[in-house]
């Protein structure tokens, strides 16, 4: 863990008027550096580690579908929470994407500060450039804290972005089965 900062973070505390000696905040820049590292641990990774060879050669050439993934990110304008559900498609060519591979790269750019839209982007083009395949769907659902604790305060909005590469973007049928098939 970075004493620079931990150091950060005590003065953080300090400017917002809290006394960093007191019992409970002792540990707190500790802490909280701690946390914000691994929040944004996506930083010390790359899309080759993360797939770490799991492309695999398959005759399958139907739509494959991963959904509800679990994200947890940063607005990079808050650096408040943001949080959801992805769902990813592909059409394979020759090659499939072992399964726990979409969990790591979803979490791998979500640990980064972020907005949802170029999320969705970088999340399609990783698959798209790992697999080579035919096409690529991404869906992402969030819940974004900075419109929901700050601003507008309004508990019950989310956000729904899209990126559609390749035979989703061409083709109706297949985006309209793919949305179909998540439910949406």
Do not use: W
């Not at 399964?99 to 839209?117: G, N, P, T, W």
């Not at 305060?153 to 990126?163: H, L, R, Y």
């Amino acid at each position: 863990m970075s004493d620079e900062l931990k150091h950060h973070y005590e003065q953080i505390i300090t400017l917002l008027g809290e006394d960093v000696t007191r019992g409970g905040l002792l540990d707190t820049p500790k802490r909280a550096a701690t946390a914000m590292q691994f929040l944004t641990d996506g930083y010390t990774k790359n899309l080759e580690e993360v797939v770490n060879n799991a492309v695999f050669e398959s005759d399958m050439d139907e739509m494959v579908i991963v959904q509800d993934i679990e994200f947890y990110s940063l607005c990079e304008h808050h650096m408040l929470p943001f949080i959801g559900r992805c769902h990813i498609a592909y059409l394979p060519d020759g090659k499939v994407l072992g399964l726990s591979k979409f969990a790591r790269i979803v979490d791998m750019y979500a640990r980064r500060l972020q907005i949802q839209e170029g999320l969705t982007k970088q999340i399609a083009e990783a698959v798209q450039s790992v697999t080579g395949a035919k096409g690529v769907g991404v869906v992402m659902e969030g819940k974004h804290m900075c419109m929901m604790m700050r601003g507008v305060q309004k508990q019950n909005s989310s956000m729904v972005t899209s990126m559609m590469l390749g035979g989703f973007r061409k083709s109706q049928a297949t985006r309209d089965e793919f949305l179909r098939l998540i439910g949406k």
